[in-house]
Structure formats: C-alpha cells, structure tokens
C-alpha cells in the first residue's frame, strides 16, 4: 500500500494523514463506509449516500465551520475537522432516543398545544436539539470575508463533464475560449480555457449593467474565495446524477447511490462494501455490474432487465429478480440485508448484503435553468423535469443554452450536444444528426411501481425527505388534510428544504403528490429554485456584494 504524503489534519481529535488532492471522505473510505452524520430530527445514524457533494451523508465541522461536505473538501496542512448534530458522540448518540420515542413523528407545527403555557418550552427544546450543528465560530466566518475576482467573458460554461469539455474545446478552436466552471477538485485541463475548479456558481437576478454581458453570476470556490462572473451566454452543462429511491428504512447506512458507489471506489480505492444489491436495469446498472464484478450479489429491477445487462449479470453469476418491490432494508447502523417482493406476489425475500446501490434512473440537475427562467416540461419516464431546448441547446432565455444529460442528451448525443452549441456560438456548423434526448412520452414504470408499493405495511420508517427527516406519513396525511400541490406541501411538511435542495426528495415526492391527488405530476407543480444552486456560506455571499456595486458602470 502507497504512504500517504499529503497533509497531516485532525480528525475528531486523531492526526491523520491523507493521499495528495484526497477528500475527507475519500481518506477515511479507505478504511469502510464511515456514518459521519445524525439526521437532525431522529438522529437516525446516516452515512454517505451520493459521494458527489449532493446529500447530507457526509457532513462536518472543518475549522469551525459547519456543514462542509467531507467527500468535496480536499483537507490542508493543521485542518481541524470535526463531527457534528450528536451528543456525546455520531457513534454513540443519545439523542437518537427521539427515534423510539417519537414514533409517529415530532409534530412541530401542532404538538404539545396543552398545557399551553409549555408550548413555547416544548419549541425551543426541540428546536436546539434538531437541525443541522451549530453556528460558524467567528473566527471561520471571518476568514470568509475575500475580495471577490472578477471574470467577464463571452461564453461561461457551468460544467466540466463530457458535454461541457466538447463545447470548450470546440470553442477554443473556434477562437472563442470560454471560463468554464466545475464543482469537482479534480478535472483535467481544457487546453486554452480557463478552469475553475471546486466552484459552484448561481444567477444572479436581473439583467448585469455591463454592455456586452447580460449574465451575472456568483461562483464560490471551496475553501473560502468568491467570483463574480459576467458572460453574454452561460451553456449549462451540470449534467445529471442517480436518483433515490422511497422504501421503508431507507436511508439506513449502505444504502447509496450509483454515483456514491462509483465516487468511493475512484482512484483504484476498493469500494466501501463487500456484497452490494444493485437496484436498476438501464446501463447505469450494467455499469455498476460490470465495475464491481464478483462484489454484486444481486440485481434487482422494478421492471423486466434487458439482455445486455442480463449478460453482464450471468458472466459473473449474479442472480437476477426482475419486477420486483424494493420493501426494505434490514440493520441500523449498516444494512445487513434487504427485503424484495415479487411484483404481483405476496412472497418476500431477504437478500443479504451490506450495501444497496440504486442505479435505476438519472435525474438532470436542472437548478439553474429554473432559475434563469427556461421553459420547462416533464418526463415521465424518468420521472423529472428538463428545460425545453432546441437541437442546438438554445432554451427559450436569449443567452443560456442546455446541454449534456442536463438537458435530456442521451449518453453517446452527450458530446455532440456540447459541439452543436459550440457551433451555434460561433456561426459555424457541424452536422446535424438527430440527437437522442430523454423522450416527452416515456413509459412511466415508476408510478405503477409506486402504486403497488405504497400498498405494503409499513413497520418502519419511509423518510421521503432525508435531509429533513419528513416521512411519507406527513406527506400522506398533508394531502389528507387538503393541502394539495408540492409548493403548498413543501411548506406545510418541509419536504424539499433541506440541503440538498430537493435534488434526491422531490422528483419522487412529486409523483406521490400526483398518486394522492389523481392528477399529473406537471400538474402538481414544481417549488421555487431559489439561489444559490449549492449551499454557500452567507459570509462569502457578503463578501461578493460589495464587488457587484463597486464595480457597476457609473453615468
Ligand atoms: S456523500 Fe458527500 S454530499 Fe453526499
């Protein structure tokens, strides 16, 4: 095994060593799937999920400030990283006593109403014994406080992925070198473009003062740097991430996404599991099949699974259950095993594993074309919105253009799509073969699966929202109570507000929605995409304020 020779941190009070440009997380996964978090109203133990900087799995205090993502902060030289939201400590918590007591939930908005006089005592308890930590120490907001630098430039491109980088590249050899952004520490140069790495960036509202660049844009880059950027077109190519999933216990430790598994296993690292259950048959799942080999113990579909991925699976002997119910995961701190049932039949079967990888469908990060306003129509067979954009990547906003598997580009259509932009950019043209997008009219497996499903039992927890630890019960007896539309229920259950921005909860709380009211999911709505499309430390946000107004064209 390789010495480390990176920097030398502390973590919970131990030095550690890491590997060069390695994470927090990817350093500690080396020795098994660490539970690093507590969710904040049962103090449920949760561990990574989605190894991509989306969930609340990996969350800790670096230097006194909270909430950072252990698998997206590359650790200096002295860091003090800390966990956070248990007490006395994430392995031993006694606040996760609140998971047996509470058992049909914490009632926040109604509960203890008598004796009257304790309601505000009951507030304030269980509002300094839920959320997410404590409050920055002065001295790492402070830190915060950076001049900002400024960037104008024709082309922006957010998004550093295939499509992202054949759009720079064509770009760059069109005379025409965009800045180009991407959320992740490491990916390789672009020859005449400008990177900037651990970066993520939102809209600014309303239209820059400055000629020539409508766009403005706030862009943070991990650790503590700001970055106003001024474009005349932003192409956004965030790409897309695997979904989750709604089962009883199912944000039980081990329980990760395709993207989690892929994440912790880069770099010739072995995966943080011995026997793993793949959920999916698309190529995702034929992916994770074909990556991990021997260390996938069974396939499991929602539906029938196509020949190639049937090959991949019977070349290494793993045993296939199409059309089956995903019931429930078994174990508390790390799953031991899950329940299945045959679809249409009442036989369960527990197979035994200790992780469960949910590879069966890709979601678009979409968050800032809501924001800039783009046209937007839903999907069904993927159950997700995506922005309505022409075969160039032009959205109906005059200036930002869809590409990638953000905007429903079907993998191998990922690149020409970043080519196609590149040439409506610069006038030129490259040829037009039809490109494969996600279908308007998908079949939508999903919502029959759904249905069947939520006729189960339910003995455990289903945590429809993990971020916030809203169940499925509170979603159903919203609805009961007439709340109807995911706007209406978001406020009402906080669904969709926790850190991850409703990434993994909304697209299926939406199709729950669409069962419990009988109408369709485009009718059921979307919530309001507010920035910024990562959570930013308000301190760096402040610290990019004056920038915008000092450097605004005056008379
Ligand atoms: S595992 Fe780090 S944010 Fe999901």
Redesign the pocket.
Known sequence: MVEPSGPRYWFEGRARTTHLDETI?DGLAREGLPNLQRSPRYHRPRA???????????LVRVNGRPNV????YVPSEGDRVETENAWPSRRFDLLASFDFVFRNGIDTLHGFRKPAFLTPLFHRVVRRLAGYGEPPSAESAAGLTVAPEIRTTEIAIVGAGRSGRAAAAALVAAGVPPVVLDRRAEVPEIPGAELLLSTTATFLPGRSATPGAPFEMLGYTEPAKGVLIRAQHVVVATGSYDASLLFESNDRPGVMTGD?AMALSRAGRPPPFRRAVVFGAGSRARAIVERFGDQVSAVVALGEIPPEVVRAASDAGIPLYPRSLLCSTVGRSRISGVVIRSRGDRARATLECDALVLAHRRLPNGQLFFQAGARMGWRGGTGAYYPLAGDDGATNVPGVWAIGSASGALGPASPGSGERVASALTGGSVPMSPLERVRPDGPNELEGYYRELLREPRNGRWIACPCEDVLLDEIEAATRAGYRGVEVVKRYTGVGTGLCQGRYCLPDALLLLSIAEGRPPSEVGYITQRPPVHPTPMAALAALCPAVVSSEPTG
């Open positions: 997380l990574p999920f989605c190894g991509i900087g989306q969930c609340t799995g990996c993502r252990a698998c997206r989690g």
